[in-house]
């Protein structure tokens, strides 16, 4: 991650997604911060990841105009490359995405500065007041912009918004603890059973992330934890098992479970990424006994639950 | 530790009341769905009217013609011309159908014929309002009475179970070249009898067909060939020479006085101009503008005391009708149940009404008669919880009525106003696909004091709406900052079984735009729906709502090709594109295209208005009217309060889409000059694909809530606005502009070559007030907000905005929670008015498929519900397509 070093702090975000209704409560507007310090095998936004503007590309969108490759001042667009985009030589500059008529060729992730990101935070505001919703905040993972955060987050409370924060914890406490009076609810997302599966499937051990939310938990803060469940990888019974020790020993009695959705592998081609499909098939995902689950966990004293 | 269920609480909770409204009884009082059992009656009322044919109506035009045509003996000759010009009519009509227009001589000839006939009946005639006051009461004294099973409120708005009355005095001439065809039309099919049809060919087309409004609007007119320009339908609809219609009656006033009191009004009326006439009479020459006046007034006073007189009449035959029925009926619950019901009827509609049961039956009374009178369109209730409320409490303190029997007695009386049908000729069909004859009833809102108006009886008429779910009358809810939440929580279980109904308006918003308009505080914080979206003052303005619909999206196609359409001059010179250096000059032209299109319009429908003051009276519908009996004038004359005529705009989204691309690929990015732009919009874009989807993909939309496009929609709208406030009708009101389009915007889309927004040729414009379909890319708080941020302050007629939402997102209390959020939230950013359309993709592509499994499917088109079998394939195509927001989103997993 590496905001610009500058005094009027910037984010870069991949989308801003209005009427959220699955990202806390009410109508929210969900903002996607782009970079992340783990790399799960199953990320649902793998163009979250790096924390640069990155290119993809639609291939069954392109009407081959060839608009791009007049765009492209560094020689990056290839017409016969079936990814349109020469990846080594592509600086991500966006211009053949702006010429691009089809939406073939997207630039994700624009630079925002603080008030041009609250102003559109703001805009969905009444649907906020009306409806008990607010601002989530996910990604990629949003408190690597601390920096930005510490500037963003004071002003939108200056204007009463919600704030919820979507979390994975993979970072020293430092960055989070000054953002905590500025956030009204987190959403703190635990994985994986123990130290190796963290290493093996998300690239990081998970002792920095204990730590996290250890101090979460010692400053009660307001939180649930979230499970993504993905099929094989923590549904066995050891794993669940383990999980839930290691949430028991930090006090944590109730998680939620997030449900795999296989759609993201969808992505792969379309981006310059090293992830690979976990091929997980959609049988796969409906073979999950989520009943199963819910009563495994509770056999270890954690209620564990789907979102409605 | 883990807080979630009680922190979502927390959240959800704080920001809402939890007062329960005040019920006045001590029992618990009747708040949702699950308050009031199924009612069996009312199941077999709606059944037996959904299994009923639509059937066509000659009762009113038979019996009409009958009375005219006693009293206008004719000539052997003026008979032999008079059938030439019938046989002559009858084929140009054939032909415009066609698509061929009358020729000038013709149309010429025409016009000549028909002031002759005009100027030879003319003669010795008395004044047309009482004649027509004579007809009416003629039509109630002889029309038959039938009472179905299981009826406790009376009356037939038609010889049919669910019928559909023609119309020949006003514009029904028009169904004569498709009459032999209409059960058979591939739309909104209609049953015929063969000996009404005979009876039409013979004895009633013929008699009126030089005599209706549509044969004398073109007299007054300064383009006696209105009538082409507006078959064609490129430029503007005008509905009036169907009827003008589209008003509340005053209810209030009819419950207060009975027609006995109103008649005794105009009696006094009466005597006194009299007796002014009688002082003038001495001095005054004959011509002076005094004793014209007092003449009026006598002739529409003398008008007011006989329709009064015919409806107590029309009264008194239902008592002895229902007594009748009742010693002929063998079972001895219904015997009783019509004994009671005749009883009522030794009161009403003379005299105010003693009970909630009479208030109600008598309110439908009224509805009745009006349509012996005028065309059903638009005649709405008003606030049906207001006026009868007290009425209910009054039978609730003395037990002799309970809620449930309300509720029985409402949803009566909604299937009874379920039974009328419009009739539309195919093209109008086009515009106004759906047979709804769309009466509304308003709901809620604030009271002329300030208070909030939702009681008892606003949870009790949504829930009988709820037991009988018909696609009509239309349900409008109005909110303010007292709305309760028990109440806007069971609007919103209501409308999430489907059906669109009810729909929302904003009084933060309504009412100012009323005040501004000149409406007093008080009555405009008494507005109701008219039909549905438009509003005016329940009984005391005539507002001709649905007077005028205009193609915003012709306006700049003139714009941008110098005044032509299809070759030919419709608008002023405004240059041709090359001379447009910047958007202002583009925007100009546009303005004065536009100018001239309303103008034209205006001018057809100031027309229209006047002929139907000078030649069809609507007497009943006068006295129903407050300010016509105090000032004795008739209603089409200026009688009401308040006039008004709306004039819609139609393809508001269209004409924001394609100015923000034309500012955006000519004058910001210049990737091409306008006329290379227009030609590839000429060409339909064939061989200019890449700019299309440019267009399409990356320019922004209205609906997306970006700067630029919500800044061109408040440049259209408010050169719309603008526009249309400069005009004044013949009543002496001014035109008030709306955005929403009942299906005009197929009808228009169809005949409309391709726009810059990327729109192809003949694809439907944007309905009412919402984005282009498929262009709301960012969900629907952002198309909400493009809405809301529209400036309301002159949209003195309202507008539509039609949100499309998938049911399983709406499911249980969190599915209410997120309505309220949208609704409320939009209202808060100043939204004016929203419907929605909860209904699953998946039925209406059945439906499709396997109409028979769906006779009672309604879905909500534009401002009005309908059957979806009643719509044309274009509009079934349209609400599949519509954006679905199935807010498919990021699963997040950090
Ligand atoms: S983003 Fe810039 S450098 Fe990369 S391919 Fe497009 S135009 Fe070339
Ligand atoms: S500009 Fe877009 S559509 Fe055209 S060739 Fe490049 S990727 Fe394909």
Redesign the interface.
């Known amino acids: 991650m590496n905001p610009a070093p500058s005094n009027s702090p910037e984010a870069v975000i991949f ?1 801003i ?7 806390g ?3 929210r507007t ?1 903002l ?1 911060f782009k970079g ?1 310090s ?1 790399n ?1 095998a ?4 793998p163009e979250s990841i790096s924390g640069m503007p990155e290119m993809t590309f639609y291939a069954e969108r392109c ?1 081959a ?1 060839g ?1 791009c490759a007049n765009a492209c001042a560094e020689g990056a667009v290839s017409m016969d490359s079936g990814r349109r985009i020469i990846w080594e030589k592509c600086t991500a500059c966006g211009a053949c995405a702006r010429e691009c ?3 073939a060729l997207r630039l994700v992730g624009a630079t925002y500065s603080v008030k041009k990101l609250v102003r559109e935070s703001l ?2 505001r ?8 607010g601002v989530s905040l ?5 408190v690597l912009h601390s920096r930005f955060l510490a500037s963003f987050l004071p002003e939108l409370k200056t204007h009463g918004i ?1 704030v919820l924060l ?3 914890g993979n970072y020293p406490f430092t960055l989070l603890n000054p953002l905590l009076p500025f956030i009204d ?1 987190i959403y703190f ?1 635990y994985k994986l059973p123990d130290d190796a599966a963290y290493r093996v499937h998300t690239g990081k051990g998970n002792q920095r992330i204990l730590d996290v939310l250890g101090a979460l ?1 010692d400053q ?1 803060a ?4 979230r499970i ?1 469940v993905v099929p094989g990888i923590n549904t066995g019974f050891h794993q669940i098992k383990m999980m839930a020790h290691t949430l028991r020993a930090y ?6 479970l ?2 795999y ?1 296989p ?2 592998e969808a992505k792969i081609p379309r981006l310059n990424t090293r992830q690979n499909a976990l091929g997980i098939n959609m049988n796969a995902v409906d073979a999950v006994d989520y009943e199963n689950v819910i009563n495994q966990y509770s056999q270890y004293h954690i209620k564990a639950s789907l979102p ?1 | 530790m883990n807080t979630s269920p009680a922190y979502q609480n927390n959240i959800v909770m704080g920001n809402h009341d939890d007062r329960p409204s005040m019920g006045d009884t001590t029992e618990r009082p009747i708040r949702t769905i699950g308050d009031i059992d199924e009612i069996q009656r009312l199941k077999r009322l709606r059944g037996d009217i959904l299994n009923a044919p639509y059937h066509l109506c000659t009762q009113k035009a038979s019996l009409l013609t009958e009375y005219m045509r006693q009293r206008r003996p004719i000539g052997a000759f003026v008979k032999l011309i008079s059938a030439a010009h019938f046989r002559q009519f009858a084929e140009t009509l054939e032909n415009s159908r066609r698509g061929i227009p009358q020729g000038r001589w013709q149309v010429m000839a025409g016009n000549i014929l028909n002031r002759v006939y005009l100027k030879l009946e003319q003669a010795g005639r008395p004044d047309p309002v009482i004649e027509f006051s004579r007809a009416l009461e003629y039509i109630l004294r002889k029309m038959p009475l039938t009472i179905y099973d299981d009826e406790l409120i009376v009356g037939n708005s038609s010889a049919h179970r669910v019928g559909a009355p023609i119309h020949p005095d006003l514009g029904g001439l028009m169904m004569l070249p498709e009459i032999d065809g209409l059960a058979g039309r591939p739309i909104n099919p209609i049953q015929t009898d063969p000996q009404q049809v005979r009876e039409l060919h013979e004895n009633i087309f013929p008699f009126w067909f030089n005599r209706s409004v549509m044969a004398r609007a073109p007299l007054y007119s300064r383009d006696p060939n209105m009538f082409n320009t507006l078959l064609e339908g490129n430029y503007y609809i005008l509905t009036q020479f169907a009827g003008i219609s589209h008003v509340t009656p005053d209810y209030p006033t009819l419950l207060k006085l009975g027609f006995n009191g109103i008649r005794q009004t105009a009696e006094t009326g009466l005597r006194e101009a009299l007796e002014r006439l009688a002082k003038l009479k001495s001095g005054a020459p004959d011509s002076t503008p005094a004793r014209a006046s007092l003449k009026n007034k006598i002739a529409f006073y003398k008008a007011a005391v006989i329709a009064a007189g015919a409806a107590i009449e029309y009264g008194g035959r239902w008592k002895s009708h229902l007594e009748q029925t009742a010693r002929a009926t063998a079972d001895p619950i219904r015997k009783a149940e019509l004994e009671a019901m005749a009883t009522m009827f030794a009161n009403i509609p003379a005299h105010p009404p003693a009970s909630f049961h009479e208030a109600v039956q008598m309110v439908f009374m009224g509805h009745v008669m009006l349509h012996q009178e005028n065309f059903q369109h638009g005649v709405s209730f008003g606030r049906m919880d207001q006026y009868l409320y007290p009425f209910y409490a009054r039978d609730i303190r003395s037990g002799r009525l309970t809620p449930e029997r309300a509720v029985e007695i409402l949803g009566c009386f909604i299937c009874k106003a379920g039974e009328l049908l419009p009739l539309f000729f195919d093209r109008a069909t086009e515009y106004f696909s759906g047979l709804s004859s769309a009466s509304g009833i308003t709901l809620g809102g604030t009271t002329p004091d300030g208070a909030s108006g939702v009681n008892d009886l606003s949870y009790l008429i949504l829930l009988a709406y709820d037991q009988v779910r018909l696609r009509q009358p239309n349900f409008h809810v109005r909110m303010d900052d007292n709305t309760p939440r028990e109440f806007r929580y069971l609007c919103y279980d209501v409308l999430k079984k489907g059906g669109g109904i009810p729909a929302f308006f904003n009084d933060n918003t309504v009412i100012p735009a009323l005040v501004l308009a000149d409406i007093g505080e008080k009555d405009a914080r008494d507005y109701a729906v008219v039909g549905c979206v438009e509003w005016g003052v329940p009984g005391k303005s005539f507002p001709a709502a649905g007077a005028v619909f205009i193609n915003l999206a012709m306006a700049l196609h003139l714009a941008l090709h110098n005044g032509r359409f299809a070759g030919r001059r419709f608008g002023p010179s405004t240059g041709p594109p090359e001379r447009f250096s910047s958007m202002d000059l583009l925007l100009d032209a546009f303005r004065k295209q536009l100018a001239n299109l309303v103008e034209r319009a205006v001018d057809g429908n100031n027309v229209i208005e006047q002929t139907h003051a000078n030649h069809r009276p609507t007497p009943l519908l006068s006295i129903l009217v407050d300010g016509c009996v105090k000032k004795g004038r008739e209603i089409n004359a200026g009688g009401a309060r308040y006039n008004s005529t709306g004039c819609q705009g139609v393809g508001l989204a269209d004409v924001v889409d394609s100015l923000t691309a034309i500012d955006q690929v000519v004058y910001q990015e210049n990737r091409l000059a306008l006329p290379e732009c227009i030609a590839a919009v000429d060409a339909d874009y064939k061989g200019y694909e890449d700019l299309r989807i440019y267009i399409v993909n990356k320019i922004p939309k209205y609906g997306e809530n970006s700067d630029i496009s919500d800044h061109y929609a408040n440049v259209v709208s408010g050169i719309y606005t603008d526009t249309v406030r400069r005009f004044s009708n013949p009543r002496g009101g001014p035109y008030f502009a709306g955005f929403w389009t009942m299906t005009t915007h197929m009808g228009f889309g169809t005949r409309m070559p391709a726009l810059p927004s990327g729109r192809r040729a003949g694809r439907a414009l944007a309905n009412g007030a919402s984005p282009c379909d498929g262009k709301d890319r960012k969900g629907p708080t952002a198309a909400l907000s493009s809405a809301a941020n529209l400036d309301k302050r002159f949209i003195t007629n309202g507008y539509a905005f039609n949100q499309k939402l998938n049911p399983e997102y709406l499911a249980g209390r969190a599915g209410n929670i997120l309505l309220d959020g949208m609704i409320t939230g939009y209202f808060r950013k100043g939204g004016m008015q929203l419907q929605f359309n909860i209904t699953d993709p998946s039925i209406l592509l059945d439906a499709r498929s396997n109409p028979e499994k769906y006779p009672d499917l309604v879905v909500r088109v534009s401002g009005y519900s309908a059957y979806f079998n009643d719509l044309t394939d274009a509009m079934k195509e349209e609400l599949i397509n519509r954006t679905l927001h199935c807010m498919t989103e990021r699963t997040c997993c950090t």
């Open positions: 989308d997604q209005r009427f959220s209704i699955h990202d409560p009410g109508i969900t996607f992340c783990l799960c199953w990320c649902q936004n009407i105009c608009a008529p089809a939406e805009r969905d009444e649907f906020y007041e009306a409806s008990g919703g996910s990604g990629g993972e949003p919600h979507e979390t994975a609810y997302d938990v009660a307001s939180l649930t934890v993504p006090g944590i009695s109730s998680v939620s997030l449900k959705n759609l993201w409605s």
